[in-house]
């Protein structure tokens, strides 16, 4: 591969040592030189291809900070606005029939739909078996719910799952039931969605797998993003996805986090995070357990009650752990450290953001291991400022959702949190001032991996009706552009590598048609993706 010398434009290398460049010179996958146009065209070799940036604006490459890359796209969408356009029951049976005709299921396949959101329907509550039903009671259906936390089943799942009126509720799980009749409603929340309906479902054939994978891939490139996390890794797809790589199909990076609380568990405990590398584009970065639910679907755990309490619920409900046994979560926790193997970590309520933090704590102590592993707390919606300080006494990380101050904002002012507690989700200018790194994410499936819409609302910090949720948490474009590279490529151990412009780093990089720090602060959304380079490569062109 020829050499590529990027020069005309603003290059922001992240780098505090030279922030801003006048050119980069790539040789092969790796940058081979960053300063001024003299200086790089001095190293360049004499048929170096010269590239015109033409006055857009050059970025490190985005580094996702945690999603679900290898089944974001595997499923259809079914998303209310601002994504999609279901907004009603009706719309969303419409849509599953329409699916269902023109893409009929064979043989024993489910229908599995994703990114339905009840907030958007005008009673703001869940679809029903019966609504479920509508769609088909021949084909097993699913549709999950936008945050992934709650699925609605038609009578179909539930009759091949076993499920009855009679089913017990599993530990850290719900399954929703008629507060007049006590009949299952379909509406399966949490552990009675993952570990008892999900577990039942088909596996879906390589094929299926592949094209879903390359869909996903296609999506996180548009929006500039070149290294991607899948935050629930089944280790059952590395032969697929380093096929995949090995045919020049799959170029993204994808680091994966096995659950550590399933079969998976075994196979990651000689697995060190330090040791890990990637292998036909594949690297084992740690593992993921889950502590709690989704603060917009109420079933995250807060130590204080909800604004408004889910119908049929106590006043005092705050949602609930998936382990209520610490010394369980504990004993986890001494398995990690002692594998030496980084842990994610999803906490959205501040309960369950209290259990991580002690029982971490904890199994550091009994086990005598304070290795760096740089533990994550992911979504980490409802941190508290003596939290933060907790967590910055231990080397534990945020990665904050905090996309959620548009998509959901509105819900938590009034209904999730209330005025107080919801201004300040996702605190980014507390971790800010406690000089922390952090990432941002958008969880996808559950929202587009969209890292310029990130940056638009670390700074504007505004809900989808215009409302001001806590401003004086805003942050400048530039920390924004630091939690979607330097800060995300630390999170993963990868900062020798990514997330700034500098010589001997991965050729991985974005271009934008404007600088994110000189537009109007409401325009930053409007900024658009023109080119994204991977390993020197460029594998996405806006037409």
């Not at 590398?277 to 909800?306: C, I």
């Not at 990432?439 to 215009?466: E, F, Y």
């Amino acid at each position: 591969m020829s050499q590529q010398l990027y020069y005309n434009g603003t290059i922001i290398t992240v780098n505090n040592d030279m922030p801003e460049a006048e050119a980069v010179l790539v040789d092969g996958e790796t940058i081979k030189a960053v300063g001024s146009l003299a200086d790089v065209e001095a190293q360049a070799a004499a048929d170096a291809q010269k590239i015109d940036l033409a006055g857009k604006v050059l970025l490190p490459g985005f580094v996702d900070g945690h999603s679900h890359i290898t089944f974001s796209r595997l499923f259809p969408r079914f998303d209310a606005p601002p994504i999609g356009e279901v907004d009603s029951r009706e719309k969303l049976i419409e849509a599953g029939r329409d699916y269902l005709e023109k893409n009929p299921m064979q043989g024993d396949g489910w229908l599995v739909g994703m990114g339905y959101d009840n907030i958007a329907f005008a009673d703001h509550k869940h679809p029903t078996k019966e609504d479920i039903d509508k769609i088909s009671t021949e084909v097993p259906i699913v549709m999950m719910h936008s945050s992934g936390h709650i699925g609605v089943c038609n009578s179909k799942v539930l009759e091949i799952v076993g499920i009855t009126n009679d089913t017990p509720d599993p530990e850290g799980g719900i399954f929703q039931r008629d507060l007049q009749t006590g009949e299952i409603t379909g509406v399966c929340e949490e552990n009675a969605l993952t570990q008892v309906v999900l577990m039942k479902m088909p596996m879906p054939t390589p094929e299926f797998m592949a094209a879903g994978v390359l869909r996903s891939q296609a999506l996180y490139f548009e929006n500039g993003v070149t290294t991607a996390q899948d935050g629930t890794f089944d280790p059952n797809l590395l032969p697929l996805l380093q096929g995949l790589n090995k045919q020049g199909a799959l170029k993204i990076d994808i680091y994966g986090y096995p659950t550590l609380d399933s079969p998976n568990h075994d196979y990651m405990l000689d697995k060190r995070t330090s040791e890990q590398h990637y292998e036909n584009g594949v690297r084992l970065a740690g593992v993921k357990m889950f502590l709690d639910g989704s603060p917009q679907a109420k079933t995250a755990w807060l130590t204080e009650p909800y604004y408004k309490v889910p119908e049929g619920e106590a006043d005092d409900y705050r949602g609930y752990p998936v382990y209520p046994d610490d010394d369980k979560v504990c004993n986890f926790f001494k398995e990690t450290l002692t594998s030496g193997l980084q842990l994610l970590v999803h906490c959205n309520g501040d309960a369950a953001i209290d259990q991580y933090i002690t029982q971490y704590a904890r199994a550091q102590k009994e086990t005598g291991i304070t290795e760096a592993l740089r533990p994550i707390v992911i979504h980490c919606q409802t941190v508290r400022e003596d939290q933060l300080d907790r967590m910055q006494e231990i080397g534990m990380m945020p990665s904050y959702f905090h996309d959620h101050v548009l998509f959901w904002g509105d819900w938590h002012l009034d209904s999730v949190l209330g005025p107080e507690r919801g201004r300040r989700i996702s605190p980014l200018a507390s971790s800010v001032k406690r000089g922390m790194p952090f990432s941002l994410h958008q969880d996808c499936p559950v929202a587009p991996p969209n890292m310029v819409l990130a940056i638009h609302n670390a700074v504007n910090r505004k809900t989808q009706s215009g409302r001001d949720i806590g401003p004086e948490f805003a942050i400048d474009p530039m920390e924004a552009i630091r939690a979607v590279t330097i800060y995300a490529a630390y999170g993963c151990f990868e900062e020798d590598t990514k997330g700034s412009i500098e010589a001997g780093k991965l050729a991985d990089f974005v271009i934008l048609d404007k600088d994110p720090r000189a537009v109007e602060k409401m325009a930053i959304r409007d900024i658009k993706v023109m080119e994204t380079i991977k390993k020197g490569e460029s594998v996405y062109k806006a037409e």
